[in-house]
């Protein structure tokens, strides 16, 4: 079963709006992460955030994480038309062989039109 | 800034093929990664290794092997392909198994 599920699955919006996109687990963690993926490309990461922390930022992104409800949310401000790639999130799990993994979603693609 | 190369960006096999992906680190990590990644479905992890000669099966394994030799490279081996495991195949390294991943710019391989 997925460990970390992205909502919404596609997000389309105008360059100059925010974006928002939801990420939620099952198991606690010790860490949650964000990555990007340009169409046909590896992933970039581009936040790790503990599950000590409440909220994250990096430039125009913010993250935030509810351990509580088993939820984080990436935002990106002032959206431009370059930020148009998938956004997945990645959250710690324990292999079958007794080794933590990472565990990824499934995405939400995101489309900033210029 | 860390560098994950990966030997090929398109592959085109024929079935029953033996092939070979190859997935090469700069940063002195300990641990690299093998994914397949389909639409609608996501990156699922084929295998990780966390030390030369050391792996560990991840969630989809069953078709592949993989081979750590070197510290810095993490080979993907396909025994005998088949039409199913056309994908992108992601490669990545960690300083640690669940910290950030730093991935290669991914081989997509169709199979014949």
């Known amino acids: 079963s997925q460990q970390g599920e992205e909502d919404p699955q596609a997000l389309s919006i105008q360059e100059g709006e925010n974006a928002t996109m939801n990420c939620s687990y099952k198991t606690s963690i010790n860490n949650l992460q964000w990555y990007r993926q340009n169409s046909g490309r590896g992933l970039v990461h581009l936040i790790l955030i503990r599950s000590n922390e409440r909220e994250k930022h990096s430039g125009r992104l913010r993250v935030t994480l509810d351990t509580s409800k088993k939820s984080s949310s990436l935002l990106i401000t002032a959206s431009r038309a370059a930020d148009t790639a998938s956004y997945f999130c990645a959250t710690d799990v324990r292999a079958q062989g007794g080794s933590e993994k990472l565990v990824f979603g499934k995405g939400t693609k995101l489309t900033v039109n210029p | 800034d860390v560098k994950v190369t990966q030997s090929s960006r398109y592959l085109v096999k024929r079935t029953g093929e033996k092939v070979f992906l190859e997935c090469v680190q700069d940063m002195d990590h300990e641990n690299m990664f093998w994914y397949r990644q389909d639409p609608g479905l996501g990156l699922r992890l084929i295998y990780f290794s966390y030390d030369v000669k050391m792996k560990e099966k991840g969630d989809i394994p069953e078709g592949y092997s993989v081979s750590r030799e070197k510290k810095e490279r993490f080979s993907l081996i396909l025994e005998s392909a088949s039409t199913n495991q056309t994908s992108m195949y992601l490669c990545?390294?960690?300083?640690?198994?669940?910290?950030?991943?730093?991935f290669g710019p991914g081989t997509r391989l169709l199979v014949l």
């Open positions: 990545a390294s960690s300083t640690t198994l669940y910290e950030t991943q730093y």
